[in-house]
Each structure stands twice: as C-alpha cells, then as structure tokens.
C-alpha cells in the first residue's frame, strides 16, 4: 500500500519569502502522480502543481514549483515570493491508477497535511 | 460556472439518524467521489463512481451507500449515524478517471455525530 508522510505539521513564512514544504512517499509503483493541494480556511481543496512519475522535469506554475525525487520518493514544494493568500492546509497527494471488479479510477493518497501561515 | 456544488454545508445528527450529502456536478465529468477528511488528516476515499448506474467502494465505505442515477448527481447515504462519522465530506469530479486529469473539489459538508 501506498503511504504519504508530511512531516512538517505546521511553517511559517514572513511575506515576500520562499518556504519549501516537505513529503515523501512509499510504493513500489513506477508509473505514478503527485500532486499538491491547498485547503485555504474557506475549506475548499485546490489543486496547486502536479507531476508525473515519468517526467524528470521538476514541474512549476508561477511561485510553486517542485523538487521531485524520484530515486529517493521525496517530492517537495517551494513557494517563491510567499503572498498572504497562500496561508492554507496544503496536501501533497499520490495517485496511481487501479483498476479491479469492472471498473478503474486513480486512486489518491493524500498525506496528513502541513499548515502553512504567512506573516505579513 | 458553478462546479461541484455540494449541499448542506453544516449538519449535526443524532446518533442513529440517518440523511443524505448531496453532491452535482455540471461539468459533464464522469468520475465523481466522496472523500471524508477527519481532523489533522488527509481525505480518504468513502466511494466512486465511474459513470450513471456504475459505483464501487474505495477505502472506508462501511456505514455509507450510494447512487448514481444521472452524470451529474452523486448522493452519499449515511444510514444509523454513528459518533465515528463525525467529519468534513467532500465530494470530487474529474473528467477522466483523475490520472490524467485533476479533481475538482465541492466546498465540504462538516458533519457532527452526537
């Protein structure tokens, strides 16, 4: 089974700089997604930046961009320029796809979670 | 656009009352999901379904039933409430099976058991 470990339960970040959010994950899959999610206070989960498994290219979208490891499953996300806005839960995830009585789907397997606050 | 909407956004229960989480999409998505997320964890995955007519249980799914009569509707069934179902439930779409396309998340029904 696939496990996703968050092991930073809470960071804190002053505004205008980076923070880096940690996770790591177990499997003996090849062929995989991580993703990264934001739950702001508003409760709901936005998808942040995503990577495929096959991919050696660390994927970005504009402030948010990932350190993906694979040989050592670590997939880390650094926020450049942190802004207020991102103060959030934010929720790496592992999705692979399983299929199994007529019917398949990608299975997410989302970590505990770190807090993240932003200070102005 | 309004997504996925999900309602109510608040509800308390008594223990061994029973209710229904709606959830509909308008995206024409296929796949659609109920998650519940307990407090200082992640979701986990209570049921899915991959089309009208089609569902199966994903990790925790004792305690819960569910439909899917049309693409755009996914209600969750929670029969005899118990304490154990306290928790926020979100439900999901996506338009492939969620690999090669992302959710998108419901803004959540906190639910309380007591």
């Known amino acids: 089974a696939q496990t996703v470990t968050q092991s930073q339960p809470e960071m804190s970040v002053q505004e205008a700089e980076t923070v880096t959010l940690s996770c790591t994950y177990d499997?003996?899959?090849?062929?995989?997604?991580l993703f990264w999610y934001k739950q702001p206070p508003s409760r709901q989960m936005i998808l942040v930046i995503r990577?495929?498994?096959?991919?050696?290219q660390n994927a970005t979208e504009n402030r948010f961009s990932v350190n993906f490891q694979k040989a050592a499953k670590s997939f880390s996300l650094k926020i450049s320029d942190s802004q207020l806005g991102d103060t959030a839960m934010y929720f790496c995830?592992?999705?692979?796809?399983?299929?199994?009585?007529?019917?398949?789907?990608?299975?997410?397997?989302f970590g505990q979670g770190t807090i993240l606050t932003v200070h102005p | 656009n309004a997504g996925v909407t999900q309602t109510p956004k608040f509800r308390i229960l008594k223990i061994g009352q029973s209710m229904t989480l709606q959830c509909t999409q308008d995206?024409?998505?296929?796949?659609m999901y109920w998650y519940r997320q307990d407090p200082g964890m992640g979701l986990k995955l209570i049921y899915y379904?991959?089309?009208?007519?089609?569902?199966d249980k994903g990790e925790v799914p004792n305690g819960y039933n569910v439909s899917r009569s049309t693409t755009e509707d996914f209600p969750l069934r929670l029969e005899l409430a118990a304490p154990s179902q306290t928790s926020v439930y979100f439900c999901?779409?996506?338009?492939?099976?969620?690999?090669?396309?992302?959710?998108?998340f419901g803004n959540g029904t906190r639910l309380t058991v007591t």
């Open positions: 999901a779409s996506s338009y492939l099976g969620g690999r090669d396309s992302p959710l998108h």
């Open positions: 499997t003996s899959e090849n062929n995989y997604y």
């Open positions: 990577q495929e498994a096959y991919k050696q």
């Open positions: 995830a592992f999705m692979k796809h399983v299929s199994g009585g007529g019917t398949s789907y990608g299975k997410l397997t």
């Open positions: 995206m024409n998505h296929n796949y």
């Open positions: 379904s991959v089309g009208a007519g089609i569902t």
